[in-house]
T-cell receptor
Framework: GENVEQHPSTLSVQEGDSAVIKCTYSDSASNYFPWYKQELGKRPQLIIDIRSNVGEKKDQRIAVTLNKTAKHFSLHITETQPEDSAVYFCAASYNQGGKLIFGQGTELSVKP | DTAVSQTPKYLVTQMGNDKSIKCEQNLGHDTMYWYKQDSKKFLKIMFSYNNKELIINETVPNRFSPKSPDKAHLNLHINSLELGDSAVYFC???????????FGDGTRLSIL
């Protein structure tokens, strides 16, 4: 069935370091891969997304890479700041009403 | 103006009661979703409606009944509430079932 595995579940880094979160998906028909950031008590907010016809996408300090063959995609945050601390979710979707299958989440803590 | 708004924000009630959560979006989208986020932060799709028609029902107990009076509204009615229904429920919307999805602020449901 549809499944998205996300690792690690928790990640602690020093301010200024890089953070990497990895996800794998099971359905090879998946063609859209968003990343959401969720701060405590808030809604998930889209921070970056990538579609299956692209291998990499970058937006300032955030980048996402996609390996379709391995069914693997990753979020890279450079020069981390304390305000990056949150829970990050990866997800996968394909054209079946657009439902998102989420990973389990990664709690990122950036220490000043 | 909030793009996807949910009411109420908090809902505390007793086991066995019936309650409703309302969702409205002003983005002009035609597809709306309900997600459940449990105590472990796991986000899971429940339902999706496109132009008032149900297109996704992820084996949710039939105590949960979504209703879409028009494409800008998707309400969730829950009968005979159980302890396991305690969670945060997020509404989301998108255009034509495509991505990205925009999330509401969530409704925190607590069952006593």
């Amino acid at each position: 069935g549809e499944n998205v595995e996300q690792h690690p579940s928790t990640l602690s880094v020093q301010e200024g370091d890089s953070a990497v979160i990895k996800c794998t998906y099971s359905d090879s028909a998946s063609n859209y891969f968003p990343w959401y950031k969720q701060e405590l008590g808030k809604r998930p907010q889209l921070i970056i997304d990538i579609r299956s016809n692209v291998g990499e996408k970058k937006d300032q300090r955030i980048a996402v890479t996609l390996n379709k063959t391995a069914k693997h995609f990753s979020l890279h945050i450079t020069e981390t700041q304390p305000e990056d601390s949150a829970v990050y979710f990866c997800a996968a979707s394909y054209n079946q009403g657009g439902k998102l299958i989420f990973g389990q989440g990664t709690e990122l803590s950036v220490k000043p | 103006d909030t793009a996807v708004s949910q009411t109420p924000k908090y809902l505390v009630t007793q086991m066995g009661n019936d309650k409703s959560i309302k969702c409205e979006q002003n983005l002009g989208h035609d597809t709306m979703y309900w997600y459940k986020q449990d105590s472990k932060k796991f986000l899971k799709i429940m339902f999706s409606y496109n132009n008032k028609e149900l297109i996704i029902n992820e084996t949710v107990p039939n105590r949960f009944s979504p209703k879409s009076p028009d494409k800008a509204h998707l309400n969730l009615h829950i009968n005979s509430l159980e302890l396991g229904d305690s969670a945060v429920y997020f509404c989301a919307s998108s255009h034509r079932g495509q991505q990205p999805q925009h999330f509401g602020d969530g409704t925190r449901l607590s069952i006593l």
